[in-house]
């Protein structure tokens, strides 16, 4: 019943649409107890996400910034976010009759895929913004955008003592590694186009990132690590 709106709206509402109601379908899912609910609203946002994705968005970026195409990209991350977040908490909660074991462990992988899939889209709505206004800056913003990103998943891993936030967010280290090469490759220094102040940022934040992993929080993301 939460799928009330006309399926024949613009393929980008439409998406929209399909994404808050699969987040919704997740959220009244867990809070009930029915996994199958919950695996249907994440669905539901799988295909929200690919209606809109698949609309031409050609006009809409010709204005920088402040256009539908970001703004539905990072809608599609909020809601996924808000889905694993959700997830993680059903996961990590007290073990009782209704919650099983099983049920826990698949919920608590079930946040972190919810967590990939949101990260995803909100790289997505930048890259695509960089690309095509950035010019000889993209690299300098691309360091920056992910130095901000592991920034975010160190947040959520603390506020919500998220152990798979955090792990996420070592991706830092491989996407820096890329970053590097591509500099090599493209710029005469590491300090043009910005790098001076973004390289110096994302050592910072990688710093910060191994700091907060050094205990192996891989260990609370598998299942069976909790009794």
């Not at 929200?48 to 698949?54: E, I, P």
């Not at 936030?165 to 043009?192: T, Y």
């Not at 192996?216 to 909790?226: D, I, K, N, Q, W």
Request: hydrophobic share 55%; with cysteine.
């Amino acid at each position: 019943a939460h799928l009330v709106f006309p399926i024949l709206l613009d393929q980008r509402w439409t998406g929209i649409a399909f994404t808050l109601s699969g987040c919704t379908a997740v959220l009244i899912g867990l809070r009930v107890g029915n996994m199958g609910a919950y695996l249907f609203g994440s669905l539901v946002q799988v295909v929200g996400a690919a209606l809109f994705a698949t609309t031409d968005f050609s006009a809409e970026q010709a204005q920088p910034w402040l256009n539908l195409h970001l703004a539905g990209f990072l809608l599609i991350a909020v809601a996924g976010l808000i889905s694993a977040l959700a997830m993680h908490r059903h996961g990590n909660g007290a073990k009782t009759a209704d919650r099983a074991g099983d049920e826990r462990d698949f919920a608590r992988l079930f946040a972190a895929a919810g967590l990939c899939w949101a990260v995803g889209w909100w790289w997505a709505a930048f890259e695509f913004e960089i690309a095509a206004h950035a010019g000889v800056y993209g690299l300098g913003a691309r360091i920056g955008l992910a130095a901000l990103t592991a920034l975010g998943l160190l947040a959520i891993g603390g506020r919500w003592r998220c152990a798979s936030a955090r792990v996420i967010a070592l991706a830092l280290l491989p996407a820096l590694c890329l970053f590097a090469a591509r500099a090599l490759q493209e710029l005469e220094h590491p300090a043009q186009a910005l790098g001076w102040l973004a390289w110096p940022a994302a050592f910072a934040t990688l710093f910060l990132v191994l700091r907060k992993n050094e205990d192996g929080p891989a260990e609370s993301v598998l299942p069976g690590s909790h009794g």
